[in-house]
């Protein structure tokens, strides 16, 4: 796949996670969404990763036990892990175990 294309792949899923995680907590994610919309999904999960503590949106997947759902979890999708560096795969790997979940 393409890298333009697996960009606009990575954006189209998370926006149906963030759809889901809407209907399921209740929450919409606008940080998220609006990131996206301003300077693209991949920069945007890219600066919410450097971001030095989880935001909001991971919170409250967090509560819902729907981590799955989180820029963190599309970001460990094997398919994605291209588009981000091994730091930033690192990140979202550490802030996945550090509340003791499987990645």
Do not use: H, K
């Amino acid at each position: 796949m393409e890298q333009f294309d697996l960009q606009e792949q990575f954006a189209r899923d998370l926006r149906a996670a963030c759809r889901e995680s809407a209907q399921i907590c209740g929450y919409f994610p606008g940080e998220v969404l609006g990131r996206a919309a301003n300077v693209g999904a991949v920069e945007a999960a890219r600066r919410l990763l450097r971001d030095t503590s989880p935001g909001y949106y991971f919170r409250s997947l967090c509560g819902q036990r729907r981590l799955d759902l989180s820029v963190e979890a599309q970001v460990l999708r094997p398919e994605y892990q291209p588009l981000f560096t091994p730091e930033e795969v690192n990140t979202a790997t550490e802030r996945m175990r550090a509340i003791d979940l499987p990645v």
